[in-house]
């Protein structure tokens, strides 16, 4: 968030969240913000800092009376009347209404009816409802609204703009989502023998396979990144397809051609997806903590790792004499000269330096007795 708060270069107000937690020291959040040049108002600096608690409310009034001060300072202005722009906060699949975004405008007046573009989507507004869970016929400038009516869930952070109808949206949309195919087909395509090399080590690697379900889209794309960020030389992680909206049977199915675990995050299952994953032995696994989930994966991905053997002396013995047992079985009676032999261990029969036979030690005998182990300086029969 620090990063975040020095490449934005611009005025920003810094909440200090979870002061109802024991032990909250807001001084020490303040010392780091002092220590990247981002000093608090009241340690001498110009960025307006507020303590708050979420969960109980505290604060949430002055956060907001701070926000329109700044806004009012800087004499933030926007045209209600300009063509309606904006960015997409968040995008969700939800039941019922299918693919909603959660939207902030800039410039101009949304109505409803209007047709948007965002991107490889586009939108015809059905609806628009503000935090309140209240519906809105128009939404002017700086108002966020969940909007519903679109061709599909837009990725948090994009831009939208409206267009003169619902035919030239979905134009525009179509145009975007080719030319980022082309791009990332091109992308493929780029690297020549370097790229050629690389996807034939690929395919010697071992790879875990992971399809993701995420209920919004910024929790999806936050996901997606913490997971490519674990690094392994021996597997590699291959993130087959990441989506938000319930984990369904298509994803199951995927998931037992592709050989894939299926992974939802804050997400419910669809009906039957457990009795699907069964038949086709396919893992899912769901969670609503991101750090659990990561670390879930990096367990999995070692249990692909093959296990490293070594291999440990602990003892060697000569060959004296033979001795016959009939079926063409033979003893050994041999001397212990350093550690021990036991039975039931790994053995290497040598002669020189070539290797006549190995395998494991099925009897061990002092005279006629079976031993489990005999140690140097004494006779044995192996």
């Known amino acids: 968030a620090l990063k975040f708060a020095q490449r934005a270069q611009g005025t920003i107000v810094v909440a200090i969240n ?5 032990g909250a020291d807001p001084d020490k959040v303040k010392t780091h913000m002092q ?3 981002i000093a608090s108002e009241d340690w001498g600096g110009e960025i307006v800092t507020v303590p708050i608690s979420a969960l109980k409310g505290e604060n949430v009034e002055d956060l907001l009376d701070m926000i329109l001060l700044q806004a009012d300072l800087m004499e933030l202005k926007a045209n209600p009347k300009a063509v309606p722009e904006g960015v997409v906060v968040e995008a969700r699949q ?6 909603t975004a959660t939207i902030i405008v800039q410039k101009g007046t949304l109505k409803v009816g209007d047709a948007i573009v965002c991107g490889p989507v586009f939108c015809k507004v059905k609806a628009m409802i503000d935090d309140r869970g209240e519906k809105l016929k128009a939404a002017p400038p700086s108002t966020p609204v969940n909007v519903l009516g679109w061709s599909g869930a837009p990725r948090a952070g994009d831009a939208f703009r409206k267009v003169k109808n619902e035919r030239e949206a979905r134009n525009l949309a179509e145009d975007v989502a080719h030319e980022e195919k082309l791009l990332a087909d091109s992308a493929d395509k780029e690297g020549g023998v370097d790229a050629l090399f690389a996807a034939i080590a690929k395919t010697k690697s071992t790879i ?4 993701l379900r995420s209920d919004v889209r910024g929790s999806a794309e936050a996901l997606k990144a913490s997971l490519e960020e674990i690094k392994s030389d021996k597997v590699s992680l291959e993130i087959v397809q990441s989506d938000v909206g319930q984990v369904t049977k298509n994803d199951v199915s995927l998931a037992g051609m592709s050989g894939a675990d299926v992974i939802g995050f804050n997400v419910k299952m669809e009906n039957g997806v457990m009795g699907e994953a069964k038949h086709r ?4 696994f769901q969670n609503n903590i991101i750090y659990e989930i ?3 994966v990096k367990d999995n991905m070692a249990e692909l790792l093959e296990p490293e053997l070594h291999e440990k002396k602990v003892g060697r013995a000569e060959v004296r004499q033979i001795f016959g047992l009939g079926k063409g079985r033979e003893v050994a009676g041999s001397m212990v000269m350093e550690g021990s032999v036991r039975r039931h261990a790994h053995a ?4 020189g330096d070539e290797v006549l036979a190995e395998g494991k030690i099925d009897t061990l005998r002092r005279f006629k007795d079976d031993v489990t182990e ?3 300086g004494f006779e044995c029969g192996i």
Do not use: Q
């Not at 979870?18 to 024991?22: F, P, T």
């Not at 032995?281 to 899912?284: A, D, I, L």
């Open 208 to 211: 875990y396979k992971v399809i």
């Open 294 to 296: 990561i670390d879930l």
């Open 374 to 376: 005999v140690k140097a």
């Open 348 to 351: 290497r029969l040598r002669r």
């Open 18 to 22: 979870k002061m109802d937690v024991k």
């Open 35 to 37: 220590e990247r040049g």
């Open 94 to 99: 939800e039941v019922g209404r299918g693919p």
């Open 281 to 284: 032995g396919v893992n899912v």
